[in-house]
């Protein structure tokens, strides 16, 4: 894995640990669905899920089927606990990003008066389709005012942020995506001459679909910000 971290976001990688022969072997049941953790939409790769870590109340030890990205909405603390008793607490901020791969054990709890709340993105088990590539056509990704955050071999984790002013490029969307605006505010597209303005506001979940039509992007009200995965 591999990446760049950036804007001070308190961001934090969790990897999955070497345990004993006899710990992998056993089997946990899987994090969702549970108390505190809505199904929010759901994809041919994606399962999203809104997530709340009250304070002082575990989810019980489990087992990611699936790798998942978790993006922060509200600042708190959550205590987490490895099946070897070792525990640590992450504070976690808006923006914050936890990469946990498939096969990861732990349990989790709040651990400040505030219950921390998160997107947490499962990403299927399935092969991404993608859009044929159009000639002298750009992708969404990379343009100026996103920063890729970290990539692994399945995907790249963008911070976008849209300026007032600054149009992106002419471009398609060949690969499937999936984030969480962070900021709202209005954004206007424009392809073949027609112009649509899109309203985003904060927590609002995006499940992109294929764009087959080149079109240029730009905020026209406030800066919008999504954390997005973009699959390869």
């Known amino acids: 894995m591999k990446g760049l971290f950036s804007r001070g976001a308190a961001t934090r990688v969790v990897v999955l640990l070497l345990f004993s022969a006899q710990t992998l072997a056993q089997k946990y049941p899987a994090p ?3 108390d505190g953790a809505r199904k929010v939409q759901e994809s041919d790769s994606f399962v999203v899920w809104y997530v709340t870590w009250e304070p002082g109340k575990s989810t019980g030890m489990h087992e990611n089927p699936l790798d998942q990205v978790s993006v922060f909405l509200r600042e708190g603390a959550v ?4 099946p070897d008793g070792t525990w640590s607490i992450e ?3 808006v923006g914050s990003i936890r ?3 498939k096969g990861m054990i732990d349990t989790e709890e709040g651990a400040s008066d505030r219950p921390s709340r998160a997107m947490v993105f499962q ?3 399935v092969e991404p389709s993608h859009w044929p590539i159009t000639k002298g056509i750009s992708g969404q990704y990379p343009r100026q005012g996103a920063i890729k955050l970290f990539e692994t071999n399945r995907l790249n984790l963008w911070d976008d942020r849209r300026e007032i002013g600054v149009r992106s490029p002419l471009h398609l969307h060949y690969n ?3 984030g969480v605006w962070l ?3 209005k954004i206007r597209s424009v392809s073949e001459g027609k112009v649509e303005v899109l309203s985003k506001e904060p927590g ?3 499940i992109g679909k294929f764009r087959n039509v080149p079109h240029t992007e730009e905020a026209v009200e406030g800066v919008p910000r999504i954390i997005c995965i973009e699959l390869k």
Not at 79 to 82: D, E, Q, R
């Open 32 to 34: 969702f669905p549970r």
């Open 176 to 178: 499937q995506v999936a």
């Open 183 to 185: 900021e709202g505010g």
């Open 99 to 101: 990469f946990e791969s």
């Open 123 to 125: 990403l299927k088990d």
């Open 204 to 206: 609002d979940v995006l």
């Open 91 to 93: 504070q976690e901020r």
């Open 79 to 82: 205590k987490v606990t490895m």
